[in-house]
Structure formats: structure tokens, C-alpha cells
């Protein structure tokens, strides 16, 4: 059962505009939530996070929001760069699941000069 | 660079065979986590220790697969009769208290 969805495969941006990229969950025990980038042969890397007693948390050119009550999260990448393409995947967790993370199938995106 | 190491890259092995893979984690992390990943899906939660204590495993780790952190520092995952769903990139990652898990590179596992 995937209780972490990212609906879009893949998205494409040019540079300078805003990537927003979307996650949806179903368990409503998580309480902790990170957006992970990964290049090819790479592992992915550890982007932003935000816990569930925020609602956005920003860090330069990245914001992630959280709205609880859709159990929907962002993250919006502004002004995008043609390095920011990679794959990013949506993870969540429950602190009272020994913090294993559940991710999302991961959305591609490419951000085009 | 401390971070996350794995060894080997890749792995080919015939159908049958027992493999190994290590994993190093950042020094002074004391959770250790292996994850495997798919083609076309996010990396999926297999076991995790809290230093040498082994506390969490999914129920994708079958009776084939036994993970092992020996003194709480390195890690092994071994898979015994390995089969061709095996086939997969093999995750390792670490943490600290409170802080986001930091990923290896991988152990790409080809079974033929």
C-alpha cells in the first residue's frame, strides 16, 4: 500500500520560473516529512524537511508547505536553475515507527535553459 | 568526505548465490538504515538499528535476507539463494538523533 503518492511522474520547467512539486499521504501518523533529491547513480540527498507542527518551512531558493488537513505537501523551488534537475522524492514518517521513512515513486523534473 | 559508503557499486551474481554488501555510516551517526529501490519506485524501508540493536524490519526482509551491525558501527546485509526479484539498487543510510538520514550511493545487485 503506497501512503506516500507523488501523482506526477515528471515535470519540466524553464529555468528562472518556479517548480512546484507535489505530494499527497493517506496515514495520518506522520508527523515528520523531507523532500530528497537524487542525481543519477547517485543516492539521494537530503533537501528540506518540515515536522507537522508547521505549515512551510523555507530554506533559500526552497519552500515546502504542508497543509494537514489535505494531507498534501510541496515543494516550490524558486527561481529554478538547470542543476535542480533530478529526481525528488516525497518521504514521510511517524515518530512512533522507529523513524523509517516512507517515500513517494518520485517525480523527474527537468528544468530547461 | 565522511560520508555514507557502501561497497561494492555493483554486484552480478547467478540465481542461487548468497551475496554481501557493507555499509559504512557517517562516524558519529548511531541509527543505520537499509533500504532497497526499484525501477520506477522510491526507495522501500527494509530494517534499521539504533547502534547495534537491530529494533525495526519490514516484512520485505524474507528469511532470505539478515542484516547484521556488529559494535555498532559498519553494517551487512547478507541475501542468501538469491533469486531474480532480488534485483534491485540496495540503500544504506545513516543518522543522528533527530536529523535527516543520509544516504550511501548504493549497491546495484544484478541476478541473473
Known amino acids: 500500500d503506497q501512503q506516500v503518492k507523488q501523482n506526477s511522474p515528471s515535470l519540466s520547467v524553464q529555468e528562472g520560473r518556479i517548480s512546484i512539486l507535489n505530494c499527497d499521504y493517506t496515514?495520518?501518523?506522520?508527523?515528520?516529512f523531507l523532500w530528497y533529491k537524487k542525481y543519477p547513480a547517485e543516492g539521494p540527498t537530503f533537501l528540506i524537511s518540515i515536522s507537522s507542527i508547521k505549515d512551510k518551512n523555507e530554506d533559500g531558493r526552497f519552500t515546502v508547505f504542508l497543509n494537514k488537513s489535505a494531507k498534501h505537501l510541496s515543494l516550490h523551488i524558486v527561481p529554478s536553475q538547470p542543476g535542480d534537475s533530478a529526481v525528488y522524492f516525497c518521504a514521510a514518517s511517524a515518530s512512533n515507527s522507529g523513524y523509517a521513512l516512507n517515500f513517494g515513486k518520485g517525480t523527474s523534473l527537468l528544468v530547461t535553459p | 568526505d565522511t560520508g555514507v559508503s557502501q561497497d561494492p557499486r555493483h554486484k552480478i551474481t547467478k540465481r542461487g548465490q548468497n551475496v554481501t554488501f557493507r555499509c559504512d555510516p557517517i562516524s558519529e551517526h548511531n541509527r543505520l538504515y537499509w533500504y532497497r529501490q526499484t525501477l520506477g519506485q522510491g526507495p522501500e524501508f527494509l530494517t534499521y538499528?539504533?547502534?547495534?540493536?537491530?529494533?525495526?524490519k519490514s516484512r520485505l526482509l524474507s528469511d532470505r535476507f539478515s542484516a547484521e551491525r556488529p559494535k555498532g558501527s559498519f553494517s551487512t546485509l547478507e541475501i542468501q539463494r538469491t533469486e531474480q526479484g532480488d534485483s534491485a539498487m540496495y540503500l544504506c543510510?545513516?543518522?543522528?538523533?533527530?536529523?535527516?538520514?543520509?544516504f550511501g550511493n548504493g549497491t546495484r545487485l544484478t541476478v541473473t
Open positions: 538499528f539504533q547502534n547495534e540493536a537491530q529494533l525495526e
Open positions: 496515514n495520518s501518523m506522520f508527523d515528520y
Open positions: 543510510a545513516s543518522s543522528g538523533i533527530s536529523t535527516p538520514l543520509h
